[in-house]
C-alpha cells in the first residue's frame, strides 16, 4: 500500500496550499504535539454521578441496566431509537429501545466474529461463516429478511472491526493482515490497506482510519480514496484497541492513555493519560467517551475542554461504549448494557 512514502491529505484539505503542510506516513510520534491530561477525582460512591460543564448538568444521576444475563456482550452502537449490541457467546445480535423495554434478537446469529454497523434505514453485518471467508448481510430496521451482501469471499478472514460510509462496508481482516472494502449493493470486495493485526476502524466523510496491534500505529485513508493513499497519524501506540472517527477528528485509546488526531490542523494530543486500561472509545458531537476496563470507570472529555470527567464509576469490566446526543451506552462483562442519560 505504499505506506513509507509521503501522502498528500487531499481528501481532507483539497490542495497542498489549503493544507498548507504535507503529512509523512511515517506519522506522528507518540511525543509530539501533546497536552498532558490528568485523571480528575472519581465520583464518591461508585454509582451516582453529577457532572457539570459550566454550571449546566450534564449526566445525574445512575445508570439505568437496559438488559441483563446477556452473553458476553459487545460491539454496541445506537441510533435514534434502538440500540444494538453482538452476544459473543451465543452468536447473536441484539436490540433494545432506548427508553427501556424487551431486549430481542436482532439479524443473523450463529456466525463467528460477527460485527455490526448502523445506516439510517438498515443494520449490516460481517462475519466468518463457518469459516468460509467474509460474509455480509443488511437487515432492515423496521423488519424482514436479511439481504445477502456477499458470501464465503475466497480470502481467508477474521473480522475484527465494521465501519460503514454511504456507498461502502470497511472491515478490519485480522487473517489475512488486511482492510477490506466492501459495496454495500454489489458485493464486490477488494483489499485496500495491509498491515499486521489489525483491530477497529471507523470512518467518516473525510477517510476511513483503523488501528493496527500488530505494528503500534493508526492509519488514516483519505477520501476520496486512491490506491496505495494512506497517511500514519500514529505510531509507538502500545494496544490500540479502539477507534471513532468524524468529520473533526480520529480519537483512540491505547494501553493506557486516550488520544485525539485534529484533522484541521493534523497534530496529534493527549485526551486522558494515566487512563487504567481503556478499551472503548465513542465520539458524540465532539464529546469523547471511553470505557476503562482496568478501574470501571466511564470517562468523557466534552469538546473544547481540557480535562477528562469521570461519569460513572464501579462498572463491572465496560467493554464497549456508544454515545449519542441523548447519552452514553455501554456493555460490560458481568453481561449488562447501561445507559446514562443526559
Known amino acids: 500500500m505504499g505506506l513509507g512514502r509521503l501522502v498528500a491529505l487531499g481528501g481532507l484539505c ?29 465520583p464518591a460512591d461508585g454509582g451516582d454521578v453529577l457532572a457539570q460543564l459550566d454550571g449546566a448538568t450534564t449526566f445525574a444521576g445512575k445508570p439505568v441496566e437496559l438488559a441483563s444475563q446477556q452473553d458476553r456482550p459487545r460491539s454496541i452502537a445506537v441510533d435514534p431509537v434502538h440500540l444494538y449490541w453482538v452476544n459473543d457467546g451465543t452468536r447473536t445480535a441484539m436490540r433494545v429501545p432506548k427508553g427501556g423495554g424487551p431486549a430481542m434478537p436482532f439479524g443473523p446469529s450463529g456466525r463467528g466474529g460477527l460485527q455490526l454497523a448502523l445506516a439510517a434505514l438498515d443494520v449490516f453485518f460481517v462475519a466468518d461463516t463457518d469459516y468460509c471467508g467474509l460474509s455480509a448481510w443488511s437487515v432492515p430496521k423496521a423488519g424482514g429478511a436479511a439481504t445477502p ?7 481467508g478472514v477474521s473480522p475484527r472491526g465494521l465501519a460503514l460510509d454511504p456507498l461502502h462496508l470497511y472491515v478490519t481482516n ?22 499486521v493485526a489489525p483491530e477497529a476502524i471507523a470512518a467518516s466523510s473525510k477517510g476511513v482510519a483503523f488501528t493496527s496491534i500488530g505494528e503500534s500505529r493508526v492509519v488514516l485513508i483519505p477520501k476520496p480514496y486512491e490506491p496505495g493513499a494512506s497517511v500514519t497519524v500514529a505510531d509507538g501506540q502500545t494496544d490500540p484497541r479502539s477507534i471513532a472517527m468524524d468529520d473533526e477528528s480520529i480519537v483512540w485509546t491505547t494501553a493506557d492513555a486516550v488520544r485525539q488526531f485534529v484533522l484541521a490542523t493534523q497534530t496529534v494530543r493527549d485526551v486522558g493519560v494515566g487512563e487504567a486500561s481503556p478499551v472503548a472509545i465513542a465520539l458524540a458531537g465532539g464529546d469523547v467517551f471511553w ?3 482496568g478501574d470501571g470507570t466511564i470517562r468523557m472529555l466534552p469538546k473544547g475542554k481540557v480535562s477528562p470527567m469521570t461519569i460513572a464509576a464501579g462498572q463491572s469490566g465496560p467493554n464497549a ?22
Open 14 to 42: 483539497g490542495s497542498m496550499l489549503a493544507c498548507g503542510l504535507l503529512v509523512g506516513t511515517g506519522g506522528l510520534s507518540g511525543d509530539e504535539e501533546t497536552t498532558p491530561v490528568g485523571r480528575d477525582a472519581e
Open 149 to 155: 451482501i456477499m458470501s464465503c469471499s475466497a480470502d
Open 321 to 342: 461504549i456508544a454515545a449519542d446526543g441523548d447519552g452514553v451506552y455501554w456493555t460490560t462483562a458481568s453481561g449488562s448494557v447501561l445507559a446514562l442519560r443526559r
Open 291 to 293: 470505557a476503562n476496563a
Open 174 to 195: 485480522a487473517r489475512s493482515n488486511n482492510v477490506r472494502r466492501l459495496s454495500r449493493t454489489a458485493g464486490s470486495d477488494e483489499a485496500i490497506a495491509t498491515t
